[in-house]
């Protein structure tokens, strides 16, 4: 199987407590998303959306490595993990994908703009490549201002070829920005298989030329994913110089909620082969083989989770839209003095 990676592992230390709750955190990423597929095809939620399926140990293994509300964290449009991580209101967040009032964004951005600054997550971003030189941004805002934050910049392996990617490295670079780029390589941009997109699938080796220290690590084991990843956050706030690494991983969903012919693109076998590797699956066996939790309590747990989603989407369910005399609001910050700005 491609993408897959075996990286020397010291031994994991987590508690029992700890491990059921990364278990409980990327079980109830998978309900959230799985449940925001039916809403969208239910006609409750427009607009693009992109699901975390699959990839929920990278969301554990980085958002557990950082200090929340701190450090900085941006992405593109797969972005639902991300801020359920950091602590949105998952009400909130999918609120904003059904497009109603209390949204991270008033309703008005959906699933690809999520956003919620006093979290640390400022987006959400749709356009491939683009969000980079601002997570950029936000790691020097945190050098100038002397303050001790580190910045998570997530980026696909499609956004990897972006021009726009070697701009940031080479600036990062130079001014030694306390930032990592995290590049998700879930192996697919849309329906473009890695190799027919990159001409060198070695993504890591991107920050190389810029002098930045570069690695690729597996991102589909959750206690591996979380080791590695609080070993490159801790060099990066002590050091205070960018980072960049290449997580291998693979999407289980389609490229989008409405990418419903992946076969187009990969087969039925391949899909099958690399769902051997489910994180969840996975630290199920730990958890199993240590014997914090039986088959049982697992059941127990996927059940609440189930009902504790289910409740989320009715209370974003039962919001208002936003009023239409809103339309034109937060286009543009209010910089009027007045406005306690
Ligand atoms: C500048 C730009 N070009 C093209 C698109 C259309 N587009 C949306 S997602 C995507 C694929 C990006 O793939 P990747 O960076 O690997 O992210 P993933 O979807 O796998 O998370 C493309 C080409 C876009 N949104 N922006
Ligand atoms: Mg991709």
């Known amino acids: 199987m491609r993408n897959q990676v075996e990286n020397e592992q010291p031994p994991h230390t987590e508690s029992p407590a700890q491990l059921e709750q990364y278990y409980r955190d990327m079980v109830f990423i998978r309900h959230f998303e799985e449940k925001c597929n039916v809403a ?8 693009y959306m992109h699901t975390y399926i699959g990839m929920e140990a990278l969301a554990v293994g980085w958002l557990y490595s950082i200090r929340k509300g701190e450090d900085y964290v941006i992405t593109a449009y797969r972005d639902h993990a991300h801020a359920l991580l950091l602590g949105t209101d998952p009400v909130a967040a999918m609120a904003e994908l059904m497009g109603r009032k209390g ?30 030189p601002l997570g950029a941004g936000l790691a020097f805002a945190s050098k100038y201002r002397g303050q001790d934050r580190v ?84 060099w990066v706030r002590e050091n205070q110089k960018p980072y960049l690494v290449e997580v291998m991983c693979y999407r289980f969903s389609g490229h989008g909620a409405a990418d419903n012919d992946r076969q187009l693109y990969r087969t039925k076998e391949e899909e099958l082969e690399n769902m051997k590797r489910d994180p969840i699956k996975r630290l199920e066996a730990v958890l199993i ?24 989407y009715e209370a974003a369910d039962a919001q208002p839209f936003p009023d239409v005399s809103e339309v034109y609001d937060n286009i543009y910050t209010d910089m009027t003095p007045d406005k306690g700005h």
């Open 40 to 47: 969208y095809r239910q006609g409750k939620i427009g607009g």
């Open 103 to 132: 949204g991270t964004a008033g309703g008005k951005g959906g699933s690809m703009h999520l956003f919620d600054p006093e979290k640390g997550f400022y987006g959400g971003w749709g356009i491939v490549g683009g969000h980079i």
């Open 151 to 234: 910045t998570l910049n997530f980026l696909g392996d499609g956004a990897a070829n972006q021009g726009v990617l070697f701009e940031t490295l080479n600036m990062a670079s130079l001014w030694e920005l306390p930032c990592i780029f995290i590049i998700e390589n879930n192996e697919f941009a849309m329906g473009t298989r890695l190799e027919y997109h990159a001409a060198d699938t070695h993504l890591w080796k991107r920050g190389e030329p810029f002098g930045i220290k570069s690695e690729r690590i597996d991102g589909m084991d959750a206690l591996d994913m979380r080791e590695n990843a609080q070993r490159i956050v801790d």
């Open 289 to 312: 083989e240590r014997n914090i939790l039986n088959a049982e309590r697992l059941e127990a747990i996927d059940a609440e989770l189930i009902e504790q989603v289910e409740k989320i």
